[in-house]
C-alpha cells in the first residue's frame, strides 16, 4: 500500500480497532488501545509520515547512529489530566476544567 493512501485510511478511520489494524498491518506497530483515539491516529500518523520521509531520502546519506528520538509535533498541544494521567489532544473548552491541564 501507497504511504500516502495509509496515511488517508489513518485519518479517515472511525474507530480504535480500525487503527490497530492499520497500525499491526501497514506498519508492524503495537497499539495501546488505552490511549484516546486521536493520540493513537497521532502516533500512526508520525510513524507513516516519518516511513515517508525515510523513503524519499536519498540513499548517499550516512546514517547516524546517534539518532535522537523523535519529538511530538509542538503545534499539536496536548492535555493531561491530573486525576487519571490519561494524556489527550487539548481544545479551549478544556481550560475550564481544573482537573485538566495544557502540556
Same mark, same amino acid.
Given at each position: #500500500?501507497?504511504?500516502?493512501?495509509?496515511?488517508?485510511?489513518? !485519518?479517515?478511520?472511525? +474507530?480504535?480497532?480500525?487503527?490497530?489494524?492499520?497500525g499491526? !498491518?501497514h506498519?508492524? =506497530?503495537? =497499539?495501546?488501545?488505552?490511549?484516546?483515539k486521536? =493520540?493513537?491516529?497521532? !502516533?500512526?500518523?508520525?510513524? /507513516?509520515?516519518?516511513?515517508?520521509?525515510?523513503?524519499? %531520502?536519498? %540513499?548517499?546519506?550516512?546514517?547516524? +547512529? @546517534?539518532?535522537?528520538?523523535?519529538?511530538?509535533?509542538?503545534? @499539536?498541544? #496536548?492535555?493531561?489530566? *491530573?486525576? +487519571?494521567?490519561?494524556?489527550?489532544?487539548?481544545?479551549? %473548552? #478544556? /481550560? *475550564?476544567?481544573?482537573? #485538566? !491541564?495544557?502540556i
Open positions: #500500500m501507497d504511504t500516502n493512501e495509509l496515511i488517508h485510511k489513518i !485519518e479517515k478511520a472511525r +474507530t480504535k480497532d480500525d487503527l490497530e489494524a492499520l499491526i !498491518e506498519l508492524n =506497530v503495537d =497499539v495501546d488501545k488505552r490511549k484516546a486521536e =493520540v493513537l491516529r497521532a !502516533e500512526l500518523l508520525g510513524e /507513516a509520515e516519518g516511513r515517508l520521509a525515510s523513503s524519499e %531520502a536519498p %540513499a548517499t546519506e550516512p546514517a547516524s +547512529t @546517534t539518532e535522537k528520538p523523535a519529538k511530538r509535533d509542538s503545534t @499539536t498541544k #496536548m492535555a493531561r489530566n *491530573k486525576k +487519571t494521567g490519561r494524556i489527550i489532544p487539548w481544545t479551549a %473548552a #478544556m /481550560a *475550564k476544567f481544573s482537573h #485538566m !491541564e495544557q
